[in-house]
């Protein structure tokens, strides 16, 4: 059976004018649907970032138009898309990016106290839930400067599931991390993917971690170069 | 629930911060509490300088003036009625310098519900005899009871008792400079002499000192049945009627009816002390202006830190902002910081307020000129801790208002980006 489409990117044309006009992004158009583990792979500078940016909804001086769960992503106000980006989105940057001044648990909670769905007792259960799943339940009233950097990692990616997104998006989740720490976070990708179904939409540069995904989408100078099995 | 979220997240950030937050709140702290102890220690000085005068003076005067006919006979003739008179030889006649029909007009503004109380009063031009010299002097016949009532006579009285000179007949109150220089003590008899040549003997049964000096050297006072003794009038011959209304700000208008009413001439408290007001309304608004000058410097002070804090937490900012918090909430959180800071500042500015109000309070302030005061006085009007409440939370806020803004534009992509 065809899964639905999550994410519809339809003709997405992006240029930067400053200090000279360069186009970055050319007529990108591709689709993920629900239970897909995607990776984007491209040298340094094709605008596989800057794709994923656009894609989260950040970045909202694009030309095209970007379909979210069938809606359009197109003109909306700020305030809209950071709901959007609440509820439906998760992410996982190279860097871990915790607030300090909160223990894990607290920064797991977050997005989903701010969702305001459930109760805070609900979320802190939830977050339990998420962290026992990454395997870093007995860090969670640690803060973050007091673990390692793959353990920061899969606090990141506890409060990317926090809201059961419908997709997760990582922007070189490994990149900071060493070999082991790398294949630790992308094993927890993979068991995401395969045993929840989470869509996941991963922008990488290593071929290793591309190559154990389920369909990779290349792009070179700004343009979708392959596209398999869509 | 989502203003909880917000505040817990506005104190984490405030905490991990706590030592600038502290200085920047102590800034709010020490302003508002200045500002307080200046402007109760200026409203208390104001208080004072203005009873010096005020609070003696009523607030309507009623009285008779020795002056020349208005209207002139040449204005009665038809014959040049466009002209400019230069005749005019009319001059003053010989009239009582008393109210006339004083009993009816005391009576009717004891029954105006405008008026808190009537002090009738009878002035005579008398000549203290100290042995072969005559100092002039003013002698004042008052309603003892009435004149302490509205117009704190009792304060002024720094020696004797003053319900003495109702009860002791043919008693006076003394001013201080003319009893000095007449060397008198209480209980001692003194020699006046009227406009009109009559000698009388006065009983001394205490010493006045209003504060001013020049006042103290020529007043003195008796009872009003005395004083139209000494001028062999009947009891109702009354020169000023003093009434003291419950509205000050009504005074003109009422003097103006009155005026008309009661066919005599009428002075508001206002005409007859402008320099006052304007002198109190000047020290009053310096002190504000330099109240709120120490509040925007200490907005500037939360101002500085809360931009230190954005720059600090940029990545926070953006990340907030990346999981789905919007502009409006990063601005609200940065808000609620500068708002907390004010009021924690202003609340602990508000108590060192009153405690450095309270220590000015304290300190020993004696004065000759005024006897019924012994400390700096203050004035603990509630207004000027609502004004300093008040302030602290406007200019926190302004002081917020843009980190706040320039916090909530911060572009997630930017930042992340930018690592």
Not at chain 2, 147 to 168: A, C, M, P, W
Not at chain 2, 185 to 205: A, E, H, M, P, Y
Request: aromatic share 8%; charged share 20%; proline share 4%.
């Amino acid at each position: 059976m065809e899964k639905k489409k999550i994410i519809e990117a339809v003709d997405i044309c992006k240029s930067f004018h400053d200090p000279i006009t360069v186009q970055v992004l050319n007529d990108v158009s591709f689709a993920i649907r629900a239970g897909e583990f995607v990776s984007v792979m491209g040298k340094s500078g094709c605008g596989k970032s800057t794709l994923l940016y656009i894609l989260s909804t950040m970045d909202t001086s694009y030309e095209g138009e970007l379909f979210l769960d069938g809606v359009s992503m197109t003109n909306k106000i700020d305030e809209e898309l950071a709901k959007v980006r609440n509820e439906k989105i998760g992410f996982v940057f190279q860097f871990h990016y915790l607030l300090s001044e909160f223990n894990n648990l607290q920064n797991v909670m977050l997005p989903g106290l701010k969702l305001g769905k459930l109760t805070p007792k609900e979320v802190e259960h939830h977050a339990y839930e998420k962290l026992r799943i990454l395997g870093i339940e007995k860090e969670a009233l640690k803060y973050p400067n007091q673990i390692s950097g793959g353990q920061k990692q899969r606090v990141a990616i506890a409060r990317a599931l926090i809201n059961e997104p419908l997709i997760i998006m990582g922007d070189e989740p490994t990149g900071n991390l060493d070999k082991k720490n790398g294949d630790v976070v992308f094993d927890i990708f993979k068991e995401l993917a395969e045993e929840y179904q989470q869509s996941l939409l991963i922008v990488t540069h290593d071929p290793d971690f591309a190559a154990n995904t389920h369909r990779i989408i290349t792009m070179e100078d700004g343009r979708v170069i392959k596209t398999p099995s869509d | 629930m989502k203003l909880k979220l917000i505040t817990e997240i506005s104190l984490a950030l405030l905490l991990a911060r706590l030592k600038q937050t502290m200085v920047a709140a102590f800034g709010v702290t020490f302003s508002i509490a200045m500002f307080i102890a200046l402007l109760s220690f200026m409203g208390g000085l104001n208080d004072l300088l203005d009873s010096l005068i005020l609070n003696r003076t009523p607030h309507v005067r009623l009285y008779n003036e020795i002056l020349p006919s208005k209207i002139q006979p040449i204005a009665r003739s038809s014959q040049f009625p466009e002209s400019y008179h230069f005749v005019r030889h009319i001059k003053p006649k010989n009239e009582l310098l008393d109210i006339r029909n004083s009993d009816a007009i005391i009576k009717a503004l004891k029954n105006d519900k405008n008026v808190r109380g009537v002090a009738p009063k009878t002035t005579m031009p008398v000549f203290y005899n100290i042995g072969d010299i005559n100092l002039t002097g003013v002698i004042n016949g008052i309603d003892v009871e009435e004149e302490s009532r509205l117009f704190s006579f009792k304060d002024y009285v720094v020696e004797g008792k003053t319900i003495d000179l109702k009860n002791t007949p043919n008693s006076i109150i003394l001013g201080k400079g003319a009893a000095d220089k007449m060397l008198a003590q209480l209980g001692d008899n003194i020699q006046i002499t009227t406009s009109n040549g009559t000698r009388f003997t006065l009983k001394v049964v205490g010493f006045f000192q209003s504060g001013m000096d020049e006042l103290d050297k020529v007043q003195s006072y008796t009872t009003l049945a005395t004083t139209q003794k000494m001028l062999s009038k009947p009891a109702s011959y009354v020169t000023d009627i003093q009434v003291k209304v419950k509205d000050i700000a009504m005074a003109p208008a009422l003097a103006k009816t009155y005026h008309e009413l009661f066919d005599t001439e009428a002075i508001d408290i206002q005409t007859a002390n402008a320099q006052f007001e304007t002198g109190s309304s000047v020290r009053t608004l310096i002190s504000y202006a330099v109240g709120i000058t120490l509040l925007i410097v200490s907005g500037f002070g939360i101002f500085n830190i809360l931009n230190m804090m954005i720059y600090e937490k940029m990545d926070s900012i953006a990340i907030l902002k990346a999981t789905g918090f919007s502009g409006k909430d990063v601005n609200a959180i940065f808000l609620t910081i500068a708002l907390t800071i004010g009021l924690v500042g202003g609340i602990l500015g508000l108590i060192f307020g009153l405690g450095f109000s309270a220590l000015i309070g304290i300190i020993p302030f004696n004065n000759a000129s005024m006897p019924a005061v012994k400390t700096y006085p203050i004035n603990y009007n509630p207004m000027f801790y609502v004004i300093g409440a008040a302030f602290s939370i406007i200019t926190t806020y302004l002081a917020g208002y843009f980190p706040s803004k320039k916090a909530s534009k911060v572009d997630p992509v930017d930042i992340i980006r930018g690592k």
